[in-house]
């Protein structure tokens, strides 16, 4: 009797042990392919530029050199994109170790307020940040999930028309974890746009300005990069559909758990 017991304890644990690699695998195939059209459309497009100049479509050699210039902009963009895709791979395959130490959930969102605040600001929308008088702490790597953090309220404010986000923070002791809720007047599906071609094909130098100074991680790689990031610090990354039932208005929930620390 025990050893069948022994046995279906094994199998069980068998199990649970393929469908988390199966998970795995379906999470690094996705991961892989949002990387390469992250990648692929910029690089396209700036094929397509350079393109034009080649085939003598600007009007003087000014307009072509401020062509390069725009595409020039555009190019170090794309390094800086890359340069974040590759530190998170090297996170998540532990080439570049964490530093997880104890740190203040209320600083981290402190901090990450005072970086967004002034962008919020100009694109006329605002930032709002309630947290318990109760203190918060937590494990993470502090500079790293303040960068993580400030990148997706930098994508929120890309994905609104109007509004203001809500900045939270609670915790569980019971269930030794901290939540950080982000809630943003946009849809949820907003967080699944990935890069867009630019277009060549009545391409002007005004358009070509906004989309270098536009170009960026796009929210849906942006949001696999901060699940990576929160997963290795032992939380995770979630979007929830907070939308009011039967009216116009939606919303998105970023709910972040983290590892709750209770000190003595």
């Known amino acids: 009797m025990e050893a069948i017991e022994a046995l279906q304890k094994e199998l069980e644990a068998t199990r649970l042990a393929y469908e988390m690699t199966t998970q795995i695998s379906q999470f690094k195939s996705s991961y892989l392919a949002k990387t390469a059209h992250e990648l692929r459309s910029p690089l396209s497009s700036l094929m397509g530029l350079h393109q034009l100049i080649l085939g003598n479509l600007c009007e003087d050699p000014q307009e072509e050199k401020e062509f390069l210039q725009q595409g020039f902009e555009a190019a170090k963009k794309l390094v800086e994109i890359i340069d974040r895709i590759v530190t998170i791979s090297k996170i998540d395959c532990g080439k570049i170790p964490l530093n997880l130490e104890t740190v203040s959930l209320h600083n981290i969102v402190k901090e990450v307020y005072q970086l967004t605040e002034f962008q919020a600001i100009n694109y006329s929308y605002r930032i709002k940040v309630k947290q318990p ?9 502090e500079t790293l999930l303040i960068q993580g953090l400030t990148t997706l309220i930098d994508n929120s404010l890309t994905l609104m028309n109007k509004g203001t986000i809500f900045i939270s923070s609670q915790f569980n002791e ?8 982000i809630d ?3 849809s949820p599906q907003h967080w699944e746009k990935q890069q867009e071609d630019l277009s060549t094909s009545d391409l002007t130098l005004s358009s070509l300005k906004k989309w270098s100074h536009d170009l960026q991680l796009s929210p849906a790689m942006t949001l696999t990069l901060c699940q990576t990031l929160l997963e290795k610090m032992g939380g995770n990354l979630t979007v929830l559909d907070i939308s009011p039932e039967n009216k116009p208005e939606t ?6 758990l983290m590892p709750l620390i209770q000190l003595p």
């Not at 008088?133 to 790597?141: G, K, N």
């Not at 019971?174 to 809720?181: C, M, V, Y």
């Not at 919303?251 to 972040?256: A, G, S």
Request: charged letters at 25%; hydrophobic letters at 40%; aromatic letters at 8%.
């Open 251 to 256: 919303f998105t929930r970023l709910q972040c």
């Open 174 to 181: 019971r269930e030794n974890q901290a939540k950080l809720l």
């Open 133 to 141: 008088e109760t203190e918060i702490f937590i494990q993470a790597d």
């Open 184 to 186: 943003i007047p946009c």
